[in-house]
């Protein structure tokens, strides 16, 4: 049972140039077709799959700010701002809606916890309520049970994944630009020191300017140009429910499950954190960077099995530009389902909310979660390669902040005013040591 999806229909022709080209149709890279293509750009989107068909379908939906990193929140909230706005102007429907974030627990150190994430983000104008038992117990009432505690985020919302990259590639034909599927970038051509075409399957596009929002392969498609990018994916799986009677919030967390209604009436049932570690060469040559932050999450982390090796988007070969690359070979990452995980999953949910009971399970699926070692992406132009733009690493954070990091592409590309401050998310970050040196790899 694969991740739900709304196909899209797009053009088969290559053009012969751009000014702009977008590799990878995932949210991130549609966000930035879509402002490229509003602001009078000719651009094209590339997908060697379909549109949104890897993680950005495959995710919960939440799009919040609650308990963002410092460094995210600005982005995210924009971003709630710029769903709203693309809805006004473009008449697609995302499925975003405002409908508040709900958070329960009966840890008194994971609601401290919250409660200093409310005093900082006071400081910069967010806004969220934290619950004591009573509260929380009125937010949780379909849980039946009483909580110490909680906290609530009226602003933050949900939008669709198996609709929202569709949408947003609609828009982008609607404003002229091109969107191909099925059609994978093998890499790029250079003139001057500078990108000049990216290479295709199908042919070469000539441009100056490239985005590369490959998710997953990213990293991969970096080591192909000469740029080293540190990138480590986590599998997880998720299911849904279809639709039936009884209350049930619209998206609540807690330690042991976290459930999100659905655009069809249903709900994604999800563990927080919980994946497997798939071992791949990718991930061994970056361990050292890597160790930290499984260090961190060792109590949801488990080691994985060939799932990885399979897919081949971790793998360290290198590729032709007149051959078929690896990419070609799995259009779309679909990696197997941890049974266990999947098992576990529906058990806490009825357990936590009596209504689910009697609900048929309708999907179960799996995604790679791609992240960056500090949990962060990576978002600007490449030092190596001008003219190419990453912006990948997401860290399962980027189907919310999609809109932003689209938004701040666009920025860059154009010398427009950024969105946010890009520094942060600076690429360079991870070609220096912690002395501030430039690492020679």
Same mark, same amino acid.
């Given at each position: 049972m694969p991740a739900p999806l709304t196909l899209v229909t797009t053009s088969n022709d290559l053009p012969p140039s751009a000014d702009a080209v977008v590799i990878g149709a995932g949210i991130v890279g549609v966000f930035a077709a879509y402002y490229l293509a509003l602001r009078g750009l000719k651009v094209v989107l590339l997908e060697k799959g379909l549109v949104g068909a890897e993680q950005s379908s495959r995710n919960w939906g939440w799009c919040r700010q609650q308990n963002r990193d410092a460094r995210e929140l600005p982005m995210a909230t924009k971003s709630l701002d710029l769903w709203e706005r693309f809805a006004a102007e473009s008449g697609e429907n995302t499925g975003f809606r405002r409908c508040g974030l709900l958070y329960l627990s009966n840890s008194e150190e994971e609601i401290a916890g919250w409660a200093r994430w409310r005093d900082f %983000?006071?400081? &910069?104008? &967010?806004?969220?309520?934290?619950?004591?038992g009573a509260a929380a117990g009125e937010y949780g009432r379909a849980t039946g049970r009483s909580w110490k505690g909680g906290v609530f985020s009226p602003t933050d919302g949900t939008a669709d994944p198996? #609709?929202?990259a569709p949408a947003v590639a609609r828009a982008i034909m609607t404003l002229g630009g091109r969107v191909l599927q099925n059609c994978a970038a093998r890499g790029i051509e250079m003139e001057g020191g500078k990108l000049s075409a990216v290479v295709t399957e199908r042919g070469t596009i000539g441009t100056k300017v490239a985005i590369l929002s490959g998710? %997953?392969?990213? #990293? #991969? /498609?970096?080591?192909? !140009?000469?740029?080293? /990018? @540190?990138?480590?994916? &986590?599998?997880s799986s998720i299911l849904s429910v279809g639709p039936g009677e009884g209350e049930i919030p619209d998206a609540l967390h807690t330690a042991r499950v976290s459930v999100t209604r659905r655009g069809d009436g249903g709900h994604t049932l999800a563990i927080s954190g919980r994946g497997r570690v798939d071992p791949t060469a990718q991930n061994m040559r970056y361990a050292a960077q890597f160790l930290p932050m499984f260090m961190r999450r060792w109590r949801s982390l488990s080691p994985g099995g060939l799932e990885g090796i399979r897919s081949g988007h971790e793998s360290l070969k290198t590729w032709r530009l007149d051959r078929p690359t690896p990419m070609e070979e799995m259009r779309i990452l679909d990696p197997a389902t941890d049974r266990d995980t999947?098992? !576990?999953?529906h058990e806490r949910? &009825?357990? !936590?909310? @009596?209504?689910l009971k009697g609900r048929s399970v309708s999907a179960a699926w799996a995604g790679y979660i791609d992240s960056t070692p500090d949990g962060v992406p990576a978002i600007g132009e490449t030092s190596t390669v001008p003219g190419l733009v990453l912006?990948?690493? /997401?860290?399962?954070h980027g189907f919310g902040i999609g809109p932003g990091a689209g938004h701040l592409v666009a920025d860059i590309i154009t010398g427009a005013e950024p969105i946010v401050d890009p520094r942060p998310y600076d690429p360079e970050r991870f070609r220096r040591s912690s002395w501030g040196k430039v690492a020679n790899f």
């Open positions: %983000a006071r400081t &910069v104008g &967010v806004t969220t309520h934290m619950l004591d198996a #609709s929202a998710g %997953a392969w990213a #990293s #991969s /498609f970096c080591r192909q !140009l000469g740029i080293r /990018f @540190p990138q480590s994916s &986590v599998r999947i098992k !576990l999953t949910a &009825v357990e !936590l909310l @009596p209504a912006a990948a690493g /997401f860290s399962g």
